[in-house]
């Protein structure tokens, strides 16, 4: 989340259910959560939990 002067930049949307088909479309994409991309590809899935 980011606050800006008179408002909130960037906001904390929440999140769908785990079986939700938004959950793997949209939740799981780098563009969804803000972050750099290069050729607007996707970060490769996690290879294990830490």
Do not use: E, F
């Not at 479309?25 to 590809?41: G, P, R």
Request: glycine share 8%.
């Amino acid at each position: 989340m980011l606050w800006h002067r008179d408002g909130w930049l960037l906001t904390d949307m929440g999140t769908t259910g785990y079986g939700a088909k938004m959950h793997y479309d949209y939740y799981k994409n780098s563009a969804t959560h803000n972050t750099l991309s290069v050729n607007q590809t996707n970060q490769p899935p996690a290879i294990r939990r830490c």
